[in-house]
């Protein structure tokens, strides 16, 4: 079995034992195999209401959300070929995360639901779309226009917050925007599961491109592979993952920058063969955080995206460590 | 297969870059292109693999527009090795080299590709560092292995963009004479070149640019003249043997 096959297989494994752990966690005391049972025979229990209602959605979204995270980050690292690229360092999640504030307040999404999870694929699709104009100047450019949207959202989610007239509705954003899937419901898994697998499967069909990208433009041109249908399917791709994973379970940030980054040692350098693992590896991350948040450790359940962002900054770290003195 | 530019021009941003340059790379040679810096040999490169689209003229491939031509079908017939190499890839040489089959993905079978790999690394002397990372390679290894990636699409047609600008002679030698070699499998090979050593002893045929237009073509001995010398580069050379080396700057009202 080669590496990259062992890899796949082991992650499976661990994806799979996370979900029937997610499945099994949680105060009521219930059984996971009666209670699924029960829901497909349409049994009206109470172990069939906290499967179907509660457990699985979360399980759900924690595994599709975590999965396209890490795919969109394997994939934004081989387009823009920079291992600091990843949905929530770009300013891609605060984007997305601006836009569904904005229907949020303003009221839009609840008079109109599939109004949240539109207006947050239409700031990630903006902002991946600036990105992309404009950081054809390479490596540094990018960087920095990542950081100035990322400070762009901040500042207007911060304003937004500062003209919400209740506090109560402020600490809602706020705690929201912390990112969580403690209340994740069935019908959050329909608004979010469309774009999330069309995202995903845009995201997966870019592989042999971005292999052919890292002998640069001109040679993967030349190769037959256009550049600009590449760009949009990446483009594409993350904001529906990106914008739909913001919409039901806010910002969850670090999730795509970590696992290409852990799992290249593993799975090699060949950004296709970097994106199933990326999946995988990241829809067992977010399950495993999603599972610690649920710990009873001090009284109050952390947020996920806090613990995401706990875990992400030190791999942060280690990248710019890596790439210090580095020309740019 | 041949390889045609039918009379092409091409402005830039204002810039005349190419005027009605008609010439074409026929199999079993290699054509030099030559010229001072900012000539156009790179344009011209770029127009005929099929990178920039000409403002009138076309480019034939046995008679087919190339721009019309499927893109991955394009990729099967023309390599194209460019100047700068790309930043970093860290994949294992072998992999990289194998990103040259990627234009037959639908057409050739493994063990083809795996062979045309092999032979790749085996022309360019890299087999032993196949599963060495790419990232610990030194500049000339790093040029032969790209080198080997363009040589494992095997394409009737290669285009190469200074490939031994960075490298040492014996370095040099070696890769113009894989390109020597290829050339006499029957396939056409067009080589921009700088050093006027290399391109006399190593081109079947070579195309002086100047200023965006085609001012001579034809062998060595023909173009090679101390007044193509004097006019197109500014230079007064010397003759040792065979060899035209650049001896003193001609007061020139062309070149400043």
């Given at each position: 079995?080669?590496?990259?096959?062992?890899?796949?297989?082991?992650?499976?494994?661990?994806?799979?034992?996370?979900?029937?752990?997610?499945?099994?966690?949680?105060?009521?005391?219930?059984?996971?195999?009666?209670?699924?049972?029960?829901?497909?025979?349409?049994?009206?229990?109470?172990?069939?209401?906290?499967?179907?209602?509660?457990?699985?959605?979360?399980?759900?979204?924690?595994?599709?959300?975590?999965?396209?995270?890490?795919?969109?980050?394997?994939?934004?690292?081989?387009?823009?070929?920079?291992?600091?690229?990843?949905?929530?360092?770009?300013?891609?999640?605060?984007?997305?995360?601006?836009?569904?504030?904005?229907?949020?307040?303003?009221?839009?999404?609840?008079?109109?639901?599939?109004?949240?999870?539109?207006?947050?694929?239409?700031?990630?699709?903006?902002?991946?779309?600036?990105?992309?104009?404009?950081?054809?100047?390479?490596?540094?450019?990018?960087?920095?226009?990542?950081?100035?949207?990322?400070?762009?959202?901040?500042?207007?989610?911060?304003?937004?917050?500062?003209?919400?007239?209740?506090?109560?509705?402020?600490?809602?954003?706020?705690?929201?925007?912390?990112?969580?899937?403690?209340?994740?419901?069935?019908?959050?898994?329909?608004?979010?599961?469309?774009?999330?697998?069309?995202?995903?499967?845009?995201?997966?069909?870019?592989?042999?491109?971005?292999?052919?990208?890292?002998?640069?433009?001109?040679?993967?041109?030349?190769?037959?592979?256009?550049?600009?249908?590449?760009?949009?399917?990446?483009?594409?791709?993350?904001?529906?993952?990106?914008?739909?994973?913001?919409?039901?379970?806010?910002?969850?940030?670090?999730?795509?920058?970590?696992?290409?980054?852990?799992?290249?040692?593993?799975?090699?350098?060949?950004?296709?063969?970097?994106?199933?693992?990326?999946?995988?590896?990241?829809?067992?991350?977010?399950?495993?955080?999603?599972?610690?948040?649920?710990?009873?450790?001090?009284?109050?359940?952390?947020?996920?995206?806090?613990?995401?962002?706990?875990?992400?900054?030190?791999?942060?770290?280690?990248?710019?460590?890596?790439?210090?003195?580095?020309?740019? | 297969?041949?390889?045609?530019?039918?009379?092409?021009?091409?402005?830039?941003?204002?810039?005349?870059?190419?005027?009605?340059i008609a010439l074409e790379v026929r199999p079993g040679e290699v054509l030099g292109l030559i010229g001072p810096n900012g000539a156009g040999k790179s344009t011209l490169l770029r127009v005929m693999a099929g990178l920039l689209r000409p403002d009138t003229g076309c480019v034939f491939l046995?008679?087919?527009?190339?721009?019309?031509?499927?893109?991955?079908?394009?990729?099967?017939?023309?390599?194209?090795?460019?100047?700068?190499?790309?930043?970093?890839?860290?994949?294992?040489?072998?992999?990289?080299?194998?990103?040259?089959?990627?234009?037959?993905?639908?057409?050739?079978?493994?063990?083809?590709?795996?062979?045309?790999?092999?032979?790749?690394?085996?022309?360019?002397?890299?087999?032993?560092?196949?599963?060495?990372?790419?990232?610990?390679?030194?500049?000339?290894?790093?040029?032969?292995?790209?080198?080997?990636?363009?040589?494992?699409?095997?394409?009737?047609?290669?285009?190469?963009?200074?490939?031994?600008?960075?490298?040492?002679?014996?370095?040099?030698?070696?890769?113009?004479?894989?390109?020597?070699?290829?050339?006499?499998?029957?396939?056409?090979?067009?080589?921009?070149?700088?050093?006027?050593?290399?391109?006399?002893?190593?081109?079947?045929?070579?195309?002086?640019?100047?200023?965006?237009?085609?001012?001579?073509?034809?062998?060595?001995?023909?173009?090679?003249?101390?007044?193509?010398?004097?006019?197109?580069?500014?230079?007064?050379?010397?003759?040792?043997?065979?060899?035209?080396?650049?001896?003193?700057?001609?007061?020139?009202?062309?070149?400043?």
């Open positions: 079995m080669s590496r990259y096959a062992l890899t796949v297989a082991i992650l499976t494994t661990l994806v799979l034992a996370l979900a029937i752990l997610s499945l099994a966690a949680g105060p009521a005391g219930i059984g996971v195999t009666q209670g699924l049972s029960d829901m497909l025979h349409g049994r009206a229990t109470i172990a069939a209401t906290i499967i179907g209602q509660i457990r699985l959605p979360r399980m759900i979204l924690a595994l599709l959300i975590g999965a396209t995270l890490g795919l969109s980050g394997a994939a934004l690292q081989g387009l823009v070929r920079n291992p600091l690229a990843d949905p929530g360092v770009l300013g891609i999640s605060g984007c997305g995360a601006l836009g569904a504030v904005l229907v949020f307040y303003t009221g839009v999404s609840a008079v109109w639901a599939p109004a949240l999870p539109l207006a947050a694929l239409s700031g990630a699709g903006l902002a991946t779309l600036l990105l992309l104009v404009l950081t054809r100047g390479g490596t540094l450019v990018l960087v920095l226009a990542g950081a100035a949207l990322g400070s762009m959202s901040a500042a207007l989610l911060a304003l937004t917050l500062n003209l919400v007239p209740s506090p109560y509705a402020s600490y809602e954003i706020m705690h929201w925007l912390m990112g969580s899937l403690s209340r994740a419901s069935q019908q959050d898994v329909l608004i979010a599961m469309p774009g999330l697998l069309i995202g995903s499967a845009l995201l997966f069909s870019t592989g042999r491109s971005l292999d052919a990208l890292t002998l640069g433009e001109d040679v993967a041109q030349t190769m037959g592979f256009s550049l600009r249908v590449v760009q949009w399917r990446v483009v594409i791709g993350t904001a529906l993952a990106v914008g739909s994973g913001v919409a039901v379970a806010g910002g969850i940030g670090f999730v795509g920058l970590v696992m290409p980054h852990l799992l290249r040692p593993l799975a090699g350098a060949r950004p296709s063969r970097l994106l199933l693992p990326s999946a995988l590896g990241g829809a067992a991350l977010l399950l495993a955080a999603d599972l610690f948040v649920r710990l009873p450790v001090s009284g109050a359940e952390l947020q996920l995206g806090v613990v995401t962002s706990l875990i992400g900054t030190p791999v942060f770290f280690w990248q710019v460590w890596r790439l210090r003195g580095r020309p740019v | 297969m041949i390889l045609q530019t039918d009379t092409i021009s091409l402005t830039l941003q204002g810039n005349r870059l190419l005027n009605d046995d008679g087919r527009d190339l721009f019309t031509m499927p893109p991955e079908e394009r990729g099967r017939h023309l390599a194209y090795l460019p100047q700068e190499a790309p930043a970093s890839i860290g994949m294992s040489v072998r992999d990289v080299v194998a990103l040259g089959r990627l234009p037959h993905r639908r057409t050739a079978s493994a063990q083809q590709d795996a062979a045309a790999v092999r032979q790749a690394l085996d022309a360019v002397g890299m087999s032993a560092f196949a599963d060495r990372s790419s990232a610990r390679l030194s500049g000339g290894e790093r040029a032969r292995i790209l080198l080997a990636r363009a040589l494992a699409v095997q394409a009737p047609v290669m285009l190469a963009d200074e490939p031994v600008a960075a490298l040492d002679p014996a370095q040099a030698l070696t890769v113009m004479n894989l390109f020597g070699q290829y050339a006499a499998q029957g396939q056409a090979v067009a080589v921009v070149l700088h050093d006027l050593a290399l391109a006399a002893r190593f081109c079947t045929r070579i195309a002086v640019l100047s200023e965006g237009c085609l001012v001579g073509i034809g062998t060595p001995a023909e173009v090679l003249t101390d007044a193509l010398f004097a006019e197109v580069y500014g230079v007064a050379v010397r003759r040792c043997g065979e060899v035209a080396v650049p001896w003193s700057l001609v007061a020139s009202t062309r070149r400043p």
